[in-house]
């Protein structure tokens, strides 16, 4: 899959439960990837009961900045659709779902939480949450999901690490399956 839009094949893509696009790409400028988007303290597909309780947390990359701002898509489905993310002419990494960004593709997000310093375009068409200023936060609901789902979550966030010019980077996804 080309990636990066170069017309070759070669791309590093990094895989996670089997599908593209899941580990995001924060702190790949300077070391290994790193995890900063978590559900009950973990990542990759997280399973919980209906009606238990569920804490998501977002944490800055590890080369800073903090606080950092950033953007967090939620999808009423599994990953099902890897698109490249780019900005300013520059690879930024690849969701697991299309965003408001990618006009006309499917499946778009039911709901998008951003810093309010950013352009409200990110969020276009989607239902927008009251969202914490910046990250690093954690945030917990505590009577759950109140039926049976399967959400993924990603998203952008400001990263001194990047592997681009941008100080942006796409987060790692995290499938919170509530059965």
Same mark, same amino acid.
């Given at each position: 899959?080309?990636?990066?839009?170069?017309?070759?094949?070669?791309?590093?893509?990094?895989?996670?439960?089997?599908?593209?696009?899941?580990?995001?790409?924060?702190?790949?400028?300077?070391?290994?990837?790193?995890?900063?988007?978590?559900?009950?303290?973990?990542?990759?597909?997280?399973?919980?009961?209906?009606?238990?309780?569920?804490?998501?947390?977002?944490?800055?990359?590890?080369?800073?900045?903090?606080?950092?701002?950033?953007?967090?898509?939620?999808?009423?489905?599994? %990953?099902? $659709?890897? @698109?490249?993310?780019? =900005? *300013? !002419? &520059?690879?930024?990494?690849? +969701?697991?779902?299309?965003?408001?960004?990618?006009?006309?593709?499917?499946?778009?997000?039911?709901?998008?939480?951003?810093?309010?310093?950013?352009?409200?375009?990110?969020?276009?068409?989607?239902?927008?949450?009251?969202?914490?200023?910046?990250? %690093?936060? $954690?945030? @917990?609901?505590?009577? =759950? *999901? !109140? &039926?049976?789902?399967?959400? +993924?979550?990603?998203?952008?966030?400001?990263?001194?690490?990047?592997?681009?010019?941008?100080?942006?980077?796409?987060?790692?996804?995290?499938?919170?399956?509530?059965?």
């Amino acid at each position: 899959m080309d990636l990066n839009g170069d017309g070759d094949t070669a791309d590093s893509v990094v895989h996670i439960a089997g599908f593209p696009c899941g580990s995001g790409t924060v702190n790949l400028g300077v070391g290994p990837v790193a995890d900063v988007l978590r559900i009950n303290g973990n990542t990759g597909t997280i399973t919980v009961a209906v009606g238990q309780p569920i804490t998501a947390s977002l944490s800055t990359a590890p080369m800073g900045p903090s606080p950092a701002s950033y953007v967090l898509w939620a999808w009423a489905k599994g %990953p099902s $659709s890897p @698109t490249t993310f780019s =900005g *300013l !002419g &520059q690879f930024l990494g690849c +969701t697991s779902n299309p965003t408001p960004l990618h006009v006309g593709r499917t499946p778009q997000p039911f709901m998008c939480f951003r810093s309010p310093s950013l352009p409200s375009i990110l969020c276009d068409g989607v239902n927008e949450s009251l969202s914490p200023l910046r990250a %690093p936060w $954690s945030r @917990t609901r505590s009577t =759950g *999901l !109140g &039926q049976p789902q399967t959400l +993924t979550i990603q998203g952008l966030i400001q990263d001194n690490g990047a592997g681009n010019s941008t100080s942006w980077s796409t987060t790692n996804t995290v499938i919170l399956e509530v059965r």
